[in-house]
């Protein structure tokens, strides 16, 4: 147990439909992040939010949408995602900037897009 | 462009032997340099280091920085089976609104 919890841990959908993955953290961080990895490539950063606020949004395509009610729970909606999108994402906290604090991960949903 | 290169990408050893680990970076405004052990799933968090020169160890890992090198090294000693994992360097630049640049890690398998 991460202390970051990410559901659901597989997914395979279609390019038609529309899913939602979920993290929660019960580390009382006030930020939050996706990031994806794909095979061979560096995690790319998608999303930040801060404090409930989006601070960064990396040049994401529209098919990614993120949400985050509250500071410890965060949402990426999918929807009319291509097979290229498949990849691990993973969802980080952290306890304000990662300036000086790690994030910590939960362990990720793999998604496969058919 | 920020960007931050890990060296070897792979590495195979059998259980006992030393490695060393190394994360090149080139970023404006540097933070802070991280490692991270990722096993199966979730990466986990091993070092943040922000001043040169001054090692951080944990166990039989250990890790430092030479900002004037823009580098950093991890060294594993007597390496177990448990060791084997993708080790993932990151660098946080201010400039950047802080987040996290990734190098593309290092596969480190130990035999036993």
């Known amino acids: 147990e991460t202390g970051v919890t990410q559901t659901p841990r597989h997914l395979v959908m279609g390019m038609t439909n529309k899913k939602s993955l979920k993290c929660e953290q019960h580390l009382g961080h006030n930020a939050m992040y996706w990031y994806k990895q794909s095979a061979k490539k560096p995690l790319e950063l998608m999303f930040v939010?801060?404090?409930?606020?989006?601070?960064e949004n990396n040049s994401v395509p529209s098919r990614f949408s993120p949400e985050c009610p509250n500071s410890s729970h965060l949402f990426l909606h999918l929807h009319t995602l291509q097979p290229e999108d498949s990849a691990l994402y993973l969802c980080?906290?952290?306890?304000?900037?990662?300036?000086?604090?790690?994030?910590?991960f939960g362990n990720g949903t793999r998604l496969t897009v058919t | 462009e920020d960007k931050v290169v890990q060296s070897p990408l792979s590495l195979v050893v059998h259980e006992g032997d030393t490695v060393t680990l190394n994360c090149s970076y080139e970023?404006?405004?540097?933070?802070?340099l991280l490692w991270y052990k990722q096993e199966k799933k979730a990466p986990t968090f091993l070092f943040m280091l922000t001043s040169s020169g001054i090692e951080k160890k944990s166990g039989r890992l250990s890790s430092i920085l030479d900002k004037k090198e823009l580098f950093s090294i991890l060294n594993i000693t007597a390496t177990q089976t448990g060791d084997s994992a993708i080790y993932l360097c990151?660098?946080?630049?201010?400039?950047?609104?802080?987040?996290?640049?990734f190098g593309q890690g290092t596969t480190l398998q130990v035999k036993p």
């Open positions: 980080a906290s952290s306890l304000g900037s990662s300036y000086n604090s790690p994030l910590h």
């Open positions: 939010y801060s404090l409930e606020e989006r601070v």
């Open positions: 970023v404006t405004n540097f933070r802070s």
């Open positions: 990151a660098v946080v630049s201010s400039s950047n609104t802080g987040k996290l640049i």
